[in-house]
């Protein structure tokens, strides 16, 4: 590629010097030098603006974040900002115009940038292994000395934890040169490390207070220590692989000498503790093991991590070691390295250390961070005519790197916020908003918001799936959240810039001790099989490799946006979209995707057309027509609900006469983007399961989006429930903005009903999805407890769902052996002979917005012993059709259980009422009820609707 061709040009430059007159930096009156030890940098420093720093650096002014503007700066900011001032006033339109033109042209050069370097990192990542044989080869005599700086403050709760991480590292001990950097004031620290007997490789060493308080000022203090040929940083928490010094020496000593810089990757020990500690994995899975491998792959700058980068020490203190003023000094050592024509490789070795797990924390530490890129972008940019000339496209790339980015997240949350204005307020700002993008800026704008921002989550899911964190993928749709935070702590990093430059935010470690009990210890699944289940390992495996499936499938969706659909015009009735989370194939397909689809599919009877979207699987077709039903499958658990929006406004807007929006859980938002008329259809609200099955901050965050959000933005839909419970619930929590609720109940629908005898031993059926809500361990609890009276019993569970191991494994460790039989997910035919051949159904869920299980049950003459809750309180007839009892309590739920296996006469009374009330409920009439309700509002609406009666005349 052509830009291979110009990156590999850039020059072998040993060293750039910027002249203090051209960089019109400070004048010698401003500033003293104050000297220290002439031999090294102990003590040296400068007198500034009255104050004194002590850096322990000869680091020339100019090149240090001293003065954080420089005048020529100052002069080009203040320019700049008059002339924004100025085009507001003159005519803010076009300033407007103009500013969201470079934004979005820099965030596409971004996004290109970004996806090209990910492609670089995955198609031949560079980074340095060492292999098992040269560690073997490797003898202890012929290492040198190893120094290691770990600048602590305030860490009295987490040196121990450190000290034994320094005694795992595989070095001759005799050969290790341990250096604690503690400040003077922290006696908490000094204290601690005297209760310790420290080995005789670790030395304490005071760093006498002075300003600026720093890290690099510390880190400075020790290089002037050190002992070592080779030196590494570690922080207070780090828990470095063991082999990590011997791969860094091998590295070193195979890697041509201008490379003086290695850095280890990064990657944290408690990455599950909670939301925030799993994105800021998610975050460094993506930097360290895809953008760092990917910068270095086209030789460009490498901006270093705090902890675990290797130097050559003799190098090191030639470059004058780190910035003392500078509060990320890592990344300003990076850049100085590499613009004074060294290099920065990344070994394939990794350093764990505590994610940020406390808000409040997170927030000051990335703050810092911000400030502290803010302030080696200033830095390098004091000369930027000679950047440029001496480095080509490599000073481009060092904007995107560290300028852009920083602006960017700064200005995120105003783009966001117009971007959702335009959806909510459309009538109001829509107008404006579009004359602010000319068409190349408007197709830009929009490449960046769909195609940009997917790539951007799924460079999170790639960087997760090679670090095989499988269950933190999910989380990754956070990731807006983690932004947005971002921006927070950008906002306090300006702020702190101008106010108190070299102000240190110190970061709290030690928060995930309470949480880790061993906080390191080594996690070890063994899955163990039975031959009842042979399929169990096939599970596993798809459960592992389901994220990397999944985006391949999600890219295959986001391409055919624009690729055919099916004929969405075939018939004269109405157009009716139905978003719906899952389809009645899907794999996790549940009462809900009955319900959509037996009312479907009589609508495509009666003359209508009806389109289904959904998420996708990966096991069925991508677009299908299913018993009339045009079904569009795209997405996944998350990411259908984007591509609704994304497919509606460019394929469907104008071609549909009516949406049937399904809640499950989270609504589809259409009222956002579809004008057309729009039934909220709500199964049962989830509010308590939600409480219950979610972490804490996604649960908050979905009770919010189903209480206050969905019921502001559909309160000129209509409402449509399955039951009397949910139609109540929904009055009561005022969702409905006083306007009617209608139910339409489920129906029951038996083709070719076959006559089925009961068993001659006493049988009990879970019939449905396999989820913790379910509560299935209920039923084989209660179903133990009677098993000893009854040991010719059974139980069978027909469904499949995430709960599926863990059930298999209560039932095992109860001892319940052939008694409990695990069918899986079963045809429509062994279904209603399952049902039919059993004493009782049980139901034993929390949460339930109807319970259509429970209806086909009694239609096959078995009654059901269900929990007492809403919803099944409507299918169920207490009494009549079976039992309403105590939900989650195992010994009732025995109770009645027993009750119906002595009691043959009770038994075969409610079997007959069973009959009797499923033929209440009909699919025909449910599908006649709904459609009712969409010819109202259309009608109210000024739409043209066929009656069912026109409609029967025609046909």
Known sequence: MIIDFVLGKRRNIEKVILKEDICGFLKKSDYKIIEGEKDSSLGWGVFYRGKRFITHSKLPLWQSSLVTVSVWQRIFLYTLLVLIVLGFILDYKFTLIILIAILSIIFFLDFLFSFYVILKSLKSSPEIKISENELSLLSNEELPTYSILCPMYKEDKVLQQFLKGIDDLNWPKEKLDVLLLLEEDDKATQIASQKINLPSYVSVLIVPHSLPKTKPKACNYGLTHAKGKFVVVYDAEDQPDPLQLKKAYLAFRKLPKEVICLQSKLNYYNSHQNWLTRLFTAEYSLWFDLILPGLQSIGSMIPLGGTSNHFRTEILRKLHGWDAFNVTEDCDLGARLFKMGYKTAIIDSTTYEEANSKYK????????????????????????????????????????????????????????????????????????????????????????????????????????????YWDIIEYVFLIPFYWFSASIASCIAFYQLVVKPYFWEKTEHGLHLAKLKPAFAEIRFSFEFDTQFPKLSGRILRRLLSPVFSIGRNLMDLIDVFGPLPELNGNNGLKILILNWRDIKHVWAGGAEVYIHEIARRWVREGHNVTLFCGWDGKTA???????????????????????????????????????????????FSPLYANVPKFLLIHHIHQEVFRKHLPPLLSNIAVFLESNLMPYLYQSSRIVTISESSRQD???????????????????????????????????????????????????????????????????????????????????????????????????????KLLSEAWVCIQPSSFEGW????????????????????????????????????????????????????????????????????????????????????????EREGELLPTFESIDSQL
């Not at 080509?392 to 920083?406: E, S, Y």
């Not at 929006?645 to 499950?664: H, V, W």
Request: glycine share 8%; charged share 25%.
């Open 361 to 468: 924390s997170w927030i000051k530490q990335r703050s810092r961070w911000i400030k502290g890129y803010l302030q080696t972008y200033l830095v390098h940019m004091r000369n930027p005519f000679d950047f440029f000339r001496n480095f080509g496209i490599q000073a481009f790339i060092f904007q995107l790197i560290i300028g852009m980015r920083m602006i960017f997240i700064l200005v995120n949350p105003i783009l966001w916020f117009s971007t959702i204005s335009y959806f909510t307020l459309n009538q109001f700002v829509g107008a404006f908003i579009e004359s602010l993008y000319p068409a190349p800026i408007f197709y830009i704008s929009l490449f960046c918001l769909v195609i940009g921002n997917f790539m951007h989550f799924y460079g999170y899911m790639i960087g997760c799936a090679k670090r095989n």
């Open 622 to 668: 991508r677009n299908e027509k299913v018993d009339g039903v045009n079904i569009i499958r795209r997405g996944g658990f998350y990411s259908v609900y984007f591509f609704a929006f994304i497919y509606y406004l460019l394929r469907f807007k104008g071609r549909f006469d009516a949406i049937i929006d399904c809640e499950n859980g989270i609504p589809f």
């Open 730 to 832: 929904i009055i009561e929590r005022n969702w409905n903005y006083g306007r009617d609720v209608k139910v339409v109940n489920p129906g029951v629908f038996i083709e070719n009903k076959r006559y089925y005898p009961k068993t001659s031993y006493p049988s009990f059926l879970y019939l449905g999805r396999l989820k913790d809500y379910k509560n299935v361990d209920v039923a084989i609890k209660a179903f133990a407890k009677i098993f000893d009276k009854y040991p010719d019993a059974r139980l069978t569970i027909a469904g499949d769902g995430e709960s599926f191991l863990k059930l298999f494994k209560l039932v095992k460790n109860l001892g319940l052996g052939n008694s409990v039989v695990f069918k899986g997910r079963v045809s429509e035919e062994e279904k209603y």
């Open 851 to 938: 319970g259509i299980t429970v209806i086909e049950a009694n239609a096959c003459g078995t009654p059901v012993v269900a929990s007492d809750v809403k919803g099944l309180r409507d299918s169920v007839r207490d009494d009549l059709t079976g039992y309403l009892v105590e939900a989650k309590n195992v010994d009732i739920f025995a109770k009645a259980m027993k009750y119906l296996i002595v009691n043959n006469d009770e038994r075969r009374r409610l079997s007959k009422n069973c009959e009797f009330w499923s033929r209440q409920f009909s699919w025909d009439r449910s599908a006649s009820d709904f459609m009712s309700l969409v010819g109202h509002d259309l």
